[in-house]
C-alpha cells in the first residue's frame, strides 16, 4: 500500500519488502514517515489479496 502516492520506486520498496518477510525491520527513514493508518490500509489490501487467493483455491 505504500506504493501510492509514494517517493520510492518499487523497485526500493520491492527491497524494503522482501526483507521484511525474510524478518528484517522497517528501516529507520521510512519508519518515521509511517503513520498508523498505513498499517491499517496495508493490513486491509493484504487480507483482501488473500481473500482474493483463497477463493482462486477453492
Keep these: ?3 501510492h502516492n509514494s517517493p520510492y520506486t518499487k523497485a ?5 519488502r522482501t526483507a521484511c518477510e525474510a524478518g528484517a ?3 529507520a527513514n521510512v519508519r518515521v514517515l509511517l ?3 498505513h498499517f491499517e ?5 493484504r487480507n483482501r489479496e488473500l481473500r ?3 477463493r482462486k483455491i477453492h
Design 12 to 16: 526500493k520498496l520491492a527491497a524494503i
Design 1 to 3: 500500500m505504500i506504493v
Design 52 to 54: 482474493k487467493a483463497a
Design 41 to 45: 490500509a496495508g493490513r486491509e489490501e
Design 35 to 37: 503513520k498508523p493508518r
Design 25 to 27: 525491520p522497517i528501516p
